[in-house]
């Protein structure tokens, strides 16, 4: 119903008439509608980026988690492979996307037992998704000898 039409109505109509039918209550349903798409549409464009690691150089601790997935690629029994959590050095250059890390790998060899090696990692930034391995160029992986 429309303001004109309700404008015309006497007052035993308008007590008649549901209250969904008041113009005030319709244009109020609408522009909450229209409210609720919106805010919808604007909740999935932030969680659908909650995860994008872009417009922004990797530090030192995301290099090392993926020079650890690099190493584990190299390795003989990649499952078995066990890395420290946080002992690493790191040469990091953001100037240049060059990231230097080094670190050491606890691997099950043929014979069954644990040997641990040192490894070294150059890699460069390309950009994009740091968690991502094809936004990374591999330069030089060292894995030493085992050592015991």
Same mark, same amino acid.
């Given at each position: 119903?429309?303001?004109?039409?309700? =404008?015309? +109505?006497?007052?035993?109509?308008? =007590? %008649?008439?549901?209250?969904?039918?008041?113009?005030?209550?319709?244009?109020?349903?609408?522009?909450?509608?229209?409210? *609720?798409?919106?805010?919808?549409?604007?909740?999935?464009?932030?969680?659908?980026?909650?995860?994008?690691?872009?417009?922004?150089?990797? !530090?030192?601790?995301?290099?090392?988690?993926?020079? /650890? $997935?690099?190493?584990? #690629?190299?390795? =003989?029994?990649?499952?078995? $492979?066990?890395?420290?959590?946080?002992?690493?050095?790191? #040469?990091? #250059?953001?100037?240049? !996307?060059?990231?230097?890390? *080094?670190?050491?790998?606890?691997?099950?060899?043929?014979?069954?037992?644990?040997? /641990?090696?040192?490894?070294?990692? /150059? +890699?460069?930034?390309?950009?994009?998704?740091?968690?991502?391995? %094809?936004?990374? /160029?591999?330069?030089?992986?060292?894995?030493?000898?085992?050592?015991?």
């Amino acid at each position: 119903m429309r303001y004109a039409e309700w =404008k015309n +109505l006497n007052d035993e109509q308008r =007590k %008649n008439a549901h209250w969904r039918h008041h113009p005030r209550v319709r244009i109020a349903t609408l522009f909450s509608i229209l409210f *609720s798409i919106v805010f919808i549409v604007f909740l999935l464009g932030v969680f659908r980026n909650r995860r994008v690691h872009v417009n922004r150089k990797p !530090n030192n601790k995301e290099a090392f988690a993926i020079a /650890k $997935a690099f190493v584990k #690629d190299r390795v =003989k029994q990649p499952e078995t $492979a066990g890395f420290s959590k946080n002992d690493f050095r790191s #040469d990091v #250059d953001t100037a240049k !996307n060059s990231y230097n890390i *080094s670190s050491y790998v606890n691997v099950q060899d043929s014979t069954g037992k644990f040997t /641990k090696s040192q490894w070294q990692v /150059k +890699l460069a930034y390309t950009g994009g998704d740091w968690a991502d391995k %094809n936004s990374w /160029k591999l330069i030089d992986i060292r894995i030493s000898n085992p050592t015991k």
